[in-house]
């Protein structure tokens, strides 16, 4: 299994934090061994840093954690293989673009049979993950329904929970995902999230001797929220996902779906 | 105007040496402070980093140059802005994927009225240059005519040639571009190359005070070409293009194709 990590938030910020958590489960307090992947949204462009080797060494991963890039969505992943073997076309998050927006995905679990039994049009994988088949698989329903954006963003998160819920029938499909404008994170066994707001206050990291006190890197107007599939602190409250919920965020607040 | 570099490798290498000579020029030794990336194809996986900052004082690019990538085809541009503003989205090289492949490509030089005569259908530029527009529209037009890839490689350098013919008539195009399996280059107005291969020598880079025995970093078996827009070395004979001339590599040698 592999653990993942988003943050939405109404004004850039970085992640230096909640990164320095979890790349300690990539070989160090986890078994993450296999690869680790982050993209960032700035304005319209996404930027991704991708190591097919284990965080917890990484140089990569080092900078990430140093040098705050300052986003709006991130999605981050770190990779136990289960279903392809470990190499960079393999390794999470997997970025693609469609109506002019980069389209970004990372997935923890596995989806036994999807290869045989859904078929591919526009978007092919490069790697032989099933986590990435199933991303060219939304995006090619997603095109081929809408070829261009639907008017309201609702219809489209339906149309999204739609096609989540049937890959959910392939196996475990805990996921976040991108489209520039909103972030999508399903649960199907393991999701976590937590929305901080003024006033901040001091947060623990569970995986590293580490504390932040918020405080002193926010402003009032600050809000955002970080979805992990496991907490990554001690002393918060974070909000627990059930099987088969699926979340949507903008602007660090969660969206009503209902 | 901006500046490119390319390698094609017959082994994996790192770019560290070329990498250091062309970063000087963003900023320091050249105009091109508004960003740059690189991209690294590693097996059928490709990582990119991009920063919209100069990349003389940037700390990616400083992880770049001492972080030895081992990649067979590398493609690196760095910016002076004429066409869409600096921002991320605007900072070559593009990625897309194309028959489960990615494709990269970055450009120097100007294509006038190019967004206004052509039409694009499945690819969309995510910025606003000139010259992603022409890499969504080489995309498209590969895709429409080949929605699999020919049987025979020369038949895709053919067309590809013919497309690189069109966009000149719109400007300036010196470009790279890689679709995985090889690595293009297009002169329109400045483009030069150098094959290096046993017996390996020293070489002293323009820009900056360093030089680099290839003995020391090489073996026998290593052939490779650096491709730029401007000769990176002062004491080594570097191949001049001329315009119009499109050059097509594979394992650190040029290919034939008359």
Same mark, same amino acid.
């Given at each position: $299994?592999?653990?993942?990590?988003? $943050? ?14 979890? $790349? ?19 304005? !319209? ?33 770190? !990779? ?15 970025? !693609?673009?469609?109506?002019? /927006? ?9 989806? !036994? ?82 929305? /901080? ?62």
């Amino acid at each position: $299994m592999c653990e993942l990590l988003g $943050m939405s938030t109404k004004y850039p910020m970085d992640i230096c934090f909640s990164f320095s958590g979890l $790349m300690q489960r990539g070989g160090k307090t986890g078994p993450h061994k296999d690869g680790w992947g982050i993209a960032f949204y700035e304005g !319209r462009g996404c930027r991704a840093f991708h190591d097919p080797y284990p965080s917890s060494n990484s140089e990569i991963a080092k900078l990430v954690k140093n040098y705050p890039i300052k986003s709006s969505n991130v999605i981050c992943h770190i !990779r136990k293989a289960n279903s392809g073997k470990v190499c960079l076309e393999n390794t999470h998050p997997f970025i !693609r673009e469609l109506w002019g /927006r980069n389209w970004c995905f990372a997935h923890n679990g596995q989806l !036994r049979g999807i290869k045989r039994k859904l078929k591919l049009e526009l978007f092919e994988p490069v790697g032989t993950t099933d986590s990435e088949f199933a991303f060219c698989w939304i995006l090619d329903q997603v095109h081929k329904k809408y070829p261009n954006p639907p008017k309201k963003d609702e219809v489209l998160w339906n149309y999204i929970k739609k096609l989540i819920d049937h890959l959910s029938e392939f196996g475990v499909f805990n996921i976040l995902m991108c489209d520039s404008k909103y972030l999508y994170a399903h649960c199907s066994t393991k999701l976590a999230w937590i929305t /901080r707001k003024p006033p901040f206050g001091k947060a623990k990291l569970v995986d590293d001797d580490m504390t932040v006190d918020f405080c002193q890197h926010t402003t009032s107007n600050d809000i955002f929220t970080v979805i992990a599939t496991v907490p990554l602190t001690a002393n918060e409250e974070w909000s627990i996902a059930s099987k088969g919920d699926f979340l949507v965020f903008k602007d660090g607040i969660q969206k009503n779906t209902k």
